[in-house]
């Protein structure tokens, strides 16, 4: 059978007006989200965009309830340049946690959001070269 789900197109955040910049300036610091193209919607947003892909999609309608009233409990992305990131989030002044996967060759960082959310950064160190944990 073939699957329904091939992947995780983006997510979206509402927010209040005066918190969309400083969203949108942690996701570029952070993850190195890039701010593009995005249609005349009613309220005022941004789409980031990570390899052309829009991945998360800010939507300044009113803060919604917390992450964690509905749930959820974090977003993981795929990520690559383990040691770059370390140094970005620390250059950048981005708290994290650290969390080897037992037994698998994942490696992943946690860090939030200024709304809160969880954010997961996933690693294959397979694909790291020169890149320890």
Request: with cysteine.
């Amino acid at each position: 059978m073939n699957a329904l789900v091939h992947g995780l197109h983006h997510f979206t955040l509402r927010c209040d007006a005066e918190d969309l910049d400083g969203l949108r300036d942690f996701y570029v610091r952070a993850l190195g989200l890039v701010p593009g193209a995005r249609p005349d919607l009613r309220f005022a947003g941004c789409w980031l965009y990570a390899a052309g892909q829009p991945v998360v999609h800010l939507y300044a309608s009113g803060r919604a309830a917390s992450p964690e009233a509905v749930a959820l409990d974090h977003i993981a992305f795929r990520a690559s340049g383990l040691a770059a990131t370390r140094r970005r989030l620390d250059a950048e002044g981005i708290g994290y946690t650290e969390a080897p996967v037992p037994g698998w060759t994942l490696h992943q960082l946690f860090i939030r959001d200024p709304l809160g959310l969880k954010l997961e950064l996933t690693f294959d160190l397979a694909d790291e070269a020169g890149d320890a944990p």
